[in-house]
């Protein structure tokens, strides 16, 4: 383990790499944090991989310059990043603010990502990067009548992790989007994810980057 500023072209960044000869792993924080918070995930990942945990621009240890700190500059700081260290392409696990960081990063880089894993990431539904194919108009009707719904939804509360992971599979077979990799992130939601529970994040995660590998 090393602890070291890296050089972007435009800032440095703080980083803490685990050296191995395997892909890189970059990882990226929420807001509001640094790369401390994926210290309980390391052990799971390393002997295996290449992991480079980064304090973002405004964060942690990194150089604060109080501008530019859109979400496009961001990725741009890490690609920069990557350059300095000759990290050709690498797999990103981001959650929140770094996992759209992860996502601006594949967008506008995208021979520099092997497989994105995004832990509520938020994403623009309309723009240039959406999957929406209709007009504004018709958009901004279609989130009026999804808040609508919401308002009028009543609380559901679970005696337990099953029971919630029960009624989510009930739904979400409906559209065809059940399996075991749904299952795990239903399990993450039950839980409090990253730093509370990490033994089933870090298990699918692992199993999610030997898939990409292998095929």
């Not at 191995?20 to 295996?48: C, D, T």
């Not at 832990?119 to 194919?133: C, I, K, V």
């Not at 009543?154 to 005696?159: G, H, L, N, S, T």
Request: a negative charge; glycine letters at 6%.
């Amino acid at each position: 383990m090393r602890d070291l500023r890296v050089h972007t072209g435009a800032i440095e960044l703080q980083i803490r790499e685990y050296e191995h000869p395997g892909s890189p792993i970059i990882f990226l924080h929420y807001g509001g944090a640094n790369l401390m918070m994926w210290q309980r995930a390391v052990p799971y990942f390393e002997g295996k991989y290449r992991l480079i945990l980064v304090d973002l621009r405004d964060h942690g240890k990194s150089d604060k310059p109080q501008a530019g700190d859109d979400i496009d500059q961001m990725a741009a700081d890490v690609a920069g990043m990557m350059n300095t260290l000759q990290v050709e392409k690498a797999h990103l696990v981001g959650s929140s603010l770094g996992a759209e960081v992860a996502l601006a990063l594949a967008a506008n880089f995208p021979d520099k990502v092997i497989s994105l894993t995004c832990d509520g990431a938020l994403t623009s539904e309309f723009g240039p990067f959406s999957a929406w194919l209709d007009s504004e108009d018709a958009f901004r009707e279609h989130v009026n009548e999804y808040l609508d719904g919401m308002r009028e939804r009543a609380e559901k509360i679970f005696p337990s992790v099953d029971a919630f992971v029960a009624d989510s599979r009930e739904n979400l077979e409906k559209h065809g989007l059940w399996n075991e990799y749904m299952e795990a992130l239903q399990v993450y939601d039950a839980c409090y994810g990253w730093l509370f529970h990490p033994e089933t994040m870090c298990q699918t995660v692992l199993e999610f980057l030997t898939k990409i590998e292998d095929d």
